[in-house]
């Protein structure tokens, strides 16, 4: 089962939930679904995951937890069932995440604090979805709007009528509700004793975005012309907003999480180095004329700001997806090729541009994304490439999985991506301290080979979209080798 994000339907559900983003939404009924299932003593969505996964052959050790969008919220009301929920999950390596929402305060404090207590008696790491707490700056708020020539407030309703985008220069006096929010939780926690391991937020449609009529409605804006003095290039425009953005996020989630614990693994939703560029669109997200960019077949590739550094995150989360957009940007006969060549771009472009002892973790999804509606010349990515593209990410340097789909979808993409990471876990120690040989994206269909070099060893994974069976001639360390055709298992051999 698909879903389709544009159709009518889910535009009338997503209205009244407004300033939500899709996984928001998606997940809001989620919340409802595990109301439902209290009754049994697992809850159904929990069942299918853990009836698609098998125990670890390897352990994990240190390395993280897989992270499924449907493995938020398993407290049940009762201890011992919760425990047990979380101790099958994590014999699967698989990682409990907890919401919190402040709309509810309350009740998802009292749940996720019982999971964490729980998690730190089975010195698990505690994990937070704190993406509720960041919703929404733009609040519709009078005070959030731009401002016209003649004093007329305005929104830019481009991202939706649900959405008002409101002036990035007004926002500021939205911080101390929005610190607050995140703040309340944090604190409980720290003075419950309980060290925050990991913590997420999904942020997209709020705050400053430059993207579709943003850049229209600031040359419109009196504030916005006097912020930004060259807003006719668009290149000033784009760095103004995402210096905002990123300031709004420091300051609303990484410096107050790190003020309470400095070691915490905190980042956002498509927050990630990069070499300056995006290869990828969201789903609410349209190409802007005169934005810079580079052509790739049909593809507008654009210019992205540098903004990691200035958000103050720990973690890289890049989004490698299965966008239906990316379908007719390439004309690769091979299907396969279009979605791997692309998804192996967005990835390696994270990996080769992420500092080392910043972990990536990346949010991934198999099946087609329809952002345009239901196109049946669309063909979906096979199970087996996918895959593949997986191991070529941890080959890459990214360091975990974050499994987003709605519910329906969970039996598969949860099997999909655990087969990988149970997998990969026998090569633990590349993954933790080998360095990435290669970030070369093939233009064309053909041997795809990635490795990691840890002192004189290599483990290498090729994988082929031809019938060629001749080698592939790498360069490590000045070093020639040959890496022979091996379909669908890594390769471990010396360098010398
Ligand atoms: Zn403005």
């Known amino acids: 089962m698909e879903i389709i994000l544009r159709n009518r339907k889910h535009r009338a559900f997503i209205v009244p939930l407004m300033l939500y983003s899709l996984h928001a939404f998606l ?51 009762d201890d011992a069932e919760t425990e047990s929920i979380i101790r099958q999950l994590d014999a699967r390596g698989i990682g409990a995440i907890s919401t919190w929402n402040p709309g509810r305060q309350e009740e998802t404090l009292a749940k996720g604090m019982r999971v964490a207590r729980i998690q730190k008696r089975l010195e698990l790491p505690i994990n937070i979805n704190a993406n509720p707490c960041t919703y929404a700056f733009c609040n519709g708020n009078p005070r959030t709007a731009h401002i016209s020539e003649d004093g007329v407030p305005f929104f830019d309703e481009s991202f939706g009528k649900e959405h008002k985008m409101g002036c990035p220069f007004a926002l500021d006096f939205r911080k101390p509700e929005m610190k607050k929010r995140v703040e309340d939780f944090v604190k409980a926690y720290k003075e419950a004793n309980l060290e925050i391991d990991f913590i997420f937020a999904d942020w997209e449609i709020d705050g400053p975005i430059e993207w579709n009529g943003a850049w229209d409605a600031s040359k419109r804006c009196r504030r916005c012309r006097e912020n930004i003095p060259e807003i006719d290039d668009f290149t000033a425009f784009q760095t103004a907003l995402r210096r905002k953005r990123s300031e709004l996020q420091r300051e609303m989630l990484a410096d107050i999480v790190k003020a309470y614990f400095p070691d915490a693994l905190v980042g956002n939703y498509g927050v990630y180095p990069h070499d300056g560029y995006r290869y990828w669109y969201d789903y609410f997200e349209r190409f802007v004329e005169g934005a810079p960019h580079k052509r790739d077949g049909n593809a507008k590739y654009r210019q992205w700001f540098d903004e990691f550094p200035m958000t103050g995150y720990t973690f890289a989360m890049p989004v490698v997806y299965t966008w239906d957009t990316i379908w007719n940007w390439y004309d690769f006969e091979k299907g396969d090729y279009r ?69 329906e979808q969970t039996a598969v993409e949860t099997r999909l991506v655990h087969q990988v990471y149970a997998e990969s876990l026998q090569y633990r120690e590349f993954l933790n301290a080998g360095e990435p040989i290669t970030f070369d994206v093939p233009p064309q269909p053909g041997p795809v ?27 490590v360390d000045g070093m020639k080798i040959e890496v022979l055709r091996v379909d669908g298992r890594c390769q471990v051999r010396k360098l010398w």
């Open 449 to 475: 080979v990635s490795g990691l070099k840890l002192g004189d060893r290599l483990l290498l994974r090729r994988t082929d979209f031809d019938d060629t069976e001749v080698p592939v001639t790498l360069v």
């Open 339 to 407: 979605w791997f060549y692309n998804m192996l771009l967005v990835g390696s472009n994270a990996g080769e541009n992420t500092p080392r002892q910043i972990p990536i973790i990346t949010f991934v999804h198999w099946h087609t994304v329809e952002t345009t509606g239901k196109d049946e010349s669309i063909k979906q990515f096979s199970e087996e490439k996918y895959q593949e593209l997986l191991w070529h990410l941890l080959l890459r340097g990214h360091d975990g999985f974050f499994v987003w789909c709605p519910r």
């Open 27 to 77: 997940f809001s009924m989620l919340i409802t679904s595990i109301g439902e299932s209290q009754m049994s003593s697992i809850p159904q969505h929990i069942k299918l995951v853990l009836e698609n996964t098998e125990p670890l052959k390897w352990s994990r050790g240190n390395r993280l937890p897989l992270y499924l969008w449907p493995v938020m919220d398993v407290d049940t009301g």
